[in-house]
């Protein structure tokens, strides 16, 4: 099945500066790649994702890329804000395609300093 | 229209105490899935149901039993409980296009 690795686990950066958190996968049939952001206390949430026949897409703050040959995609949110701070999950679909789930990485916890 | 309501929101069980743990949907969709989380683990794949009637092993299904008699409804079972299986539970539907949502959770202990 899919192995996704995620980095950092934790990152702190200051309000108004960028926050870039890194993903590798393993299968190169892959072919879509999801973010979420989970609130504490709450599930995780939907924030873009990319399908491998486009390299960036971009919403507004954020932005997902992805490198097919090197098999990373990376999440980019810009002009960081207090409601930012959250930890966030990239995934991976599972081999059998989107019915068997999604792979996430481990999370990275995004801080805002104020 | 509540999306996915999960019951019991928290729950405390003693090691070998059975529990089921509900997951209900109202927007219709074919695909339901039951994670766990744990600390620095991130969401690990329990079992899954791509359609009512049917269900299908993940990553981690040792210990746990489910069922989907209506497609509205997933239910996840521990026949046994084990403080191993202390844990955040999460449902989630697949929304189309492999979009997940997310129910808000099951925080389970076993002490």
């Known amino acids: 099945g899919e192995n996704v690795e995620q980095h950092p686990s934790t990152l702190s950066v200051q309000e108004g500066d960028s926050a870039v958190i890194k993903c590798t996968y393993s299968?190169?049939?892959?072919?879509?790649f999801p973010w979420y952001k989970q609130e504490l206390g709450k599930g995780p949430q939907l924030i873009i994702d990319?399908?491998?026949?486009?390299g960036e897409k971009k919403d507004q703050r954020i932005a997902v890329t992805l490198n097919k040959t090197a098999k990373h995609f990376s999440l980019h949110i810009t002009e960081t804000q207090p409601e930012d701070s959250a930890v966030y999950f990239c995934?991976?679909?599972?081999?059998?395609?989107?019915?068997?789930?999604?792979?996430f990485g481990k999370g990275t916890h995004l801080i805002i300093q104020p | 229209n509540a999306g996915v309501t999960q019951t019991p929101k928290f729950r405390v069980l003693k090691t070998g105490q059975s529990m089921t743990l509900l997951c209900a949907q109202d927007?219709?969709?074919?695909?339901m899935y039951w994670y766990r989380q744990d600390p620095g683990m991130g969401l690990r794949l329990i079992h899954y149901?791509?359609?009512?009637?049917?269900?299908a092993k993940g990553e981690v299904p040792d210990g746990y039993n489910v069922s989907r008699l209506k497609k509205q409804n997933f239910l996840l079972g521990l026949e046994s409980a084990a403080p191993s299986q202390t844990s955040v539970y999460f449902c989630?539907?697949?929304?189309?296009?492999?979009?997940?949502?997310f129910g808000s959770g099951t925080r389970l202990t076993v002490v």
């Open positions: 299968d190169s049939a892959s072919n879509y």
């Open positions: 989630a539907t697949e929304t189309g296009g492999y979009g997940y949502t």
């Open positions: 149901s791509v359609g009512e009637g049917t269900t």
């Open positions: 995934a991976g679909i599972n081999s059998g395609g989107g019915a068997d789930g999604l792979t």
């Open positions: 990319i399908r491998s026949n486009v």
């Open positions: 927007m219709n969709h074919e695909y």
